[in-house]
């Protein structure tokens, strides 16, 4: 395999472990924003329960008096005080929620890039195993070639063994006892050689 698919294969590999790394902290700034919204519900809702009491804990004591001015613009401030706690508490709700609105969105936003950095290393994964065969059945074909051109060289060389005489000479005595070689039944000498007082003179015969 190509040291530059390899490479690239590692690149994608390794983005993708970032995407998962980064999804997995937009997860929690998601979960933490989820808590930011529960504790701003809970602190409103127990305040709105508790506005009653509080309320009449300002105006009860004014009931059946005579009341100077003074009182009464005390009584305002604490009511007016009432309010704005109440409507700190509801924007605090209204920030969590979009806060996690927006936490949502980058989850979202980071599960599409972890995605997207799947798809690349499948299809690098891919690449590599298309390559990996390639190179197998390139191996293979290669194996074969040489075992063809093998056979046709030895197919070739017994077939010029087979044209020579000397070689199906050679197969012919191959193997044989001397005793097999008979010597000729007359009596002619060879260069001065008796056959018959079996005396040679550095002559075979054929």
Not at 24 to 34: E, G, P, S
Not at 35 to 47: P, S
Request: glycine letters at 2%; one cysteine or more; aromatic letters at 4%.
């Amino acid at each position: 395999m190509p040291k530059a698919v390899h490479r690239l294969l590692e690149l994608k590999e390794l983005r993708r472990c970032r995407a998962e790394d980064a999804l997995r902290l937009r997860h929690i700034a998601l979960d933490n924003t989820v808590a930011a919204i529960e504790k701003a519900l809970t602190e409103l809702r127990a305040w709105r329960e508790d506005r009653s009491r509080r309320e009449a804990a300002v105006y009860d004591p004014l009931i059946g008096e005579a009341v100077a001015l003074i009182d009464l613009n005390e009584v305002n401030a604490k009511m007016i005080s009432l309010r704005q706690h109440e409507q700190l508490l509801q924007k605090r709700l209204e920030e969590a929620t979009a806060e996690s609105d927006l936490a949502r969105q980058a989850r979202e936003e980071a599960y599409g890039v972890l995605r997207e950095a799947w798809r690349e290393v499948r299809k690098f994964e891919n690449l590599v195993r298309a390559l990996e065969t390639d190179a197998t059945l390139a191996e293979e074909r290669s194996a074969d070639l040489e075992l063809e051109d093998f056979a046709q060289r030895r197919n070739s060389l017994g077939r010029e063994q087979d044209d020579n005489p000397s070689m199906k000479l050679h197969r012919m005595w191959s193997g044989r006892p001397l005793s097999a070689i008979r010597r000729p039944r007359s009596a002619q000498s060879i260069e001065g050689c008796d056959v018959t007082s079996a005396q040679w003179s550095g002559k075979v015969w054929f």
